[in-house]
């Protein structure tokens, strides 16, 4: 079944995802006359973070993202990872403020920060806003920690992205400033949009990354993925992140990606999904549910005054 949906002659600007603290978690209020915070940045197959320690000034962080992720005029980031070390939660931010509802590579990256900083074993769960997850440490090699994750089970409700879409489509078909485009929809805790039939380049990605994400068929906008089939065994993929743009890697992406072929039948259960920025092992276990493995590495420690941002 494939469906289709066109193109108005605007696409609406949206800020989504705001969300209200974790119980638990400490409202920043009480750090609103904190000027240094101390934050620890990882990298995750490229896909960079900046790591905040709670109880800290989450608010006024969040309130300077977009200066803050800003490769040249700030300390450069996919966004920023909030870590409570009390009760192992985690929130993630992206450079528009926006909160993400699931980052395989922020949690991977809060795995790291968990082990590293804070002693962590090798077997825990880290807390996000819809669930527990399970991680499991596989190697640690100086600041690197390789970590398996539980994404859990892809779903392909178009109401579960949401996309305004009936039931579960085996594809739609999406009108663009930029040309058709073919697509398979995917939520892993986050909503996806893996294109088939495109060049996997990151000059086609940068060109149909931001008219997808805000295209009128997701409400709440998208996280894109332009991917190609290797073999049965690797997939390639070129990824645009909803609130970050242009992406060099990550986890949830490669999930709904693995999902997607999967789905069509073009690739076996375990599969290996290749991003500019490394690849990332991704499979399918016995209930159905995606697990992924990969790296994240401590890369430096700052010291950021808020004011000087203001």
């Known amino acids: 079944m494939c469906q289709s949906l066109r193109r108005p002659n605007e696409i609406p600007h949206q800020i989504l995802n705001s969300r209200q603290p974790l119980d638990g978690v400490a409202n920043s209020s009480e750090f609103a006359t904190v000027s240094q915070v101390d934050l ?25 993202m977009p200066a ?5 005029l700030g300390l450069g980031s996919d966004g920023l990872v ?17 909160e993400a509802q699931k980052s395989g590579n922020g949690l991977r990256i809060a795995a790291a920060h968990a082990v590293l900083e804070h002693g962590a074993p090798e077997r825990f769960d880290l807390r996000t806003l ?9 190697a640690r090699t100086g600041a690197e920690i390789i970590s398996e994750l539980d994404i859990g089970r892809p779903s392909f409700r178009a109401a579960d992205l949401p996309a305004n879409f ?3 489509p085996d ?4 009108e663009t400033r930029a040309g058709p485009v073919e697509a398979v929809l995917v939520s892993v805790g986050n909503p996806h949009c893996v294109v088939f039939g495109q ?9 149909l990354g931001p008219l997808l994400e805000r295209h009128p068929a997701f409400p709440q906008r998208t996280n894109v993925q332009l991917c190609e089939v290797m073999d049965r065994a690797r997939v390639r993929a070129e990824i645009w992140e909803r609130g970050a743009g242009y992406t060099l890697a990550s986890g949830t992406s490669a999930s709904a990606v693995a999902a997607a072929c999967m789905r069509r039948g073009l690739v076996d259960a375990r599969v290996t999904v290749q991003m500019p920025g490394g690849d990332l092992a991704v499979w399918r276990d016995s209930g159905g549910s995606l697990v992924q493995s990969g790296p994240a590495r ?4 700052a010291r950021v005054d808020l004011a000087d941002f203001a």
């Open 40 to 64: 620890i940045k990882y990298q995750a197959l490229g896909n960079d973070y900046l790591v905040l320690d709670l109880p800290g000034p989450l608010d006024e962080m969040v309130a300077i």
């Open 68 to 72: 803050l992720c800003d490769r040249h």
């Open 82 to 98: 909030a870590f409570d070390p009390r009760v192992m939660s985690v929130r993630i931010f992206n450079p528009d403020r926006s």
């Open 130 to 138: 819809d669930r527990s997850n399970a991680i499991r440490i596989l």
């Open 166 to 168: 009936d039931g579960e």
């Open 171 to 174: 594809q739609v078909e999406l």
């Open 199 to 207: 060049p996997v380049t990151r000059d086609r990605c940068l060109e």
């Open 298 to 301: 401590r890369v430096y420690r």
